[in-house]
Structure formats: structure tokens, C-alpha cells
């Protein structure tokens, strides 16, 4: 099974400022890959979406906060 972490950590927060958008690499663009978590519906993405468009990372308000978005291909 394909797997993926992405890793965001923020150490200042910053007012006003929008999401950052990551393109992950190295994935199978014919699979599709299932985002895992604390989240009440996982969700799903293409292999070639999350490559090529990316995904956005919220902003978060507050300081030293840090997330990690956890990818297993289905």
C-alpha cells in the first residue's frame, strides 16, 4: 500500500493570512488516496489531483501549532 504524510508546523501565527497550498510528489497518479485522521469523514483524492493541483492547508490561528495529514492509497 502507497502512503503519504504531509507535515505542516506553524511557530507564529500570522494575521490575515490565507491558506498554503501543497503539491505533493512522488504518488501514484492512477490511485486514489484516502485521507486518515481525527476527522469525521475521510476523504478521498486522486493521486494526479493531489500532485498536480495540491491541497490546501488551513491557517490556523494561534502559535506553535502543528498538523499531519496522513495518506494510505485505496
Given at each position: 500500500?502507497?502512503?503519504?504524510?504531509?507535515?505542516?508546523?506553524?511557530?507564529?501565527?500570522?494575521?490575515?493570512?490565507?491558506?498554503?497550498?501543497?503539491?505533493?510528489?512522488?504518488?501514484?497518479?492512477?490511485?486514489?488516496?484516502?485521507?486518515?485522521?481525527?476527522?469525521?469523514?475521510?476523504?478521498v483524492y486522486g493521486g494526479d489531483l493531489l500532485m498536480n493541483?495540491?491541497?490546501?492547508?488551513?491557517?490556523?490561528?494561534?502559535?506553535?501549532?502543528?498538523?499531519?495529514?496522513?495518506?494510505?492509497?485505496?
Open positions: 500500500r502507497g502512503l503519504g504524510d504531509v507535515y505542516k508546523r506553524q511557530v507564529h501565527a500570522r494575521p490575515n493570512y490565507h491558506s498554503l497550498k501543497v503539491r505533493l510528489q512522488g504518488l501514484n497518479p492512477n490511485l486514489d488516496y484516502r485521507l486518515e485522521g481525527g476527522m469525521e469523514n475521510e476523504c493541483a495540491g491541497m490546501l492547508v488551513p491557517s490556523e490561528q494561534g502559535d506553535y501549532r502543528s498538523y499531519l495529514y496522513h495518506f494510505v492509497a485505496d
